[in-house]
């Protein structure tokens, strides 16, 4: 698939990677349309880049039909979707300090596979019915993780993103008689907000165990979302963009 006037829809698309592969398909001449949950963040956006974006709730079903309805019948069937949208929140799943023994919070578990693989497995569905429905040959990019194969902390979060790596094999299955080709990609530490937030101490030998020898930077996964794009051949595999490392 060419870039130049392909219509992409990116979730989670106003800050970090999101902005980053939106800004970046821009420039190659796609129509980039962003989602995220905060519309000042999205108003920023549109005003640097003229890209602009809509307020949508992926992990709600009425929210997400509603939208791509909205944006169909404005515009087409989209030719290309990232489901970029994630979040963390991080706790051991059982741990003792003292006499005390606490639990991972349900509600750390929920809003994790909510916005993390709900809204995926929302978004993904949408796209591939308009699509289809319009005879549109697109392409679904799910944003997988290298926590897939499971990471200290991260029950939630892992869980998710190992789901998503399944979704992805059993829809370019499931789609590619339409034409449809699916495929995902599972960054490393990557230079963005999120991992800005973590404590010196401990990004420090984070980064000690990638061979590589530093953090990704945004513009090296973007290049992977474009390949991904471009290459008609591709679908059904994750493509590890993670420096060498494993967890």
Known sequence: MEFSG??????????????????????LGAQPFVLDVI?????ALKNETGIAGQVVDVSNEKSVEAFFESYVSANGAPDALINNAGITADALFIKQKGEEVTKFPFANWEKVININLTGVFLCAREAAYHMVKHKVKGV???????????????????ATKA???????????????????VGAIAPGYINTEMVAKIRPDVLEKVVQ????????????????????????????RVMEVDGGMRI
């Open 6 to 27: 392909k219509k992409v829809i990116v979730t989670g698309g106003a800050r970090g990677m999101g902005k980053r592969f939106a800004s970046d398909l821009k420039h």
């Open 39 to 43: 519309q000042e963040n999205l108003d």
């Open 140 to 158: 679904i990019i799910n944003i997988s993780s290298i926590s897939r194969a499971g990471n200290l902390g991260q029950t939630n979060y892992s």
């Open 163 to 181: 789901a998503v790596d399944s979704m992805t094999v059993t829809w370019a299955k499931e789609l590619s008689k339409y034409g449809i080709r």
């Open 209 to 236: 165990n990638i061979p590589i020898g530093r953090l990704g930077e945004m513009e090296e996964i973007s290049q992977a979302v474009q390949f991904i794009v471009k290459n008609d051949f591709f679908t059904g």
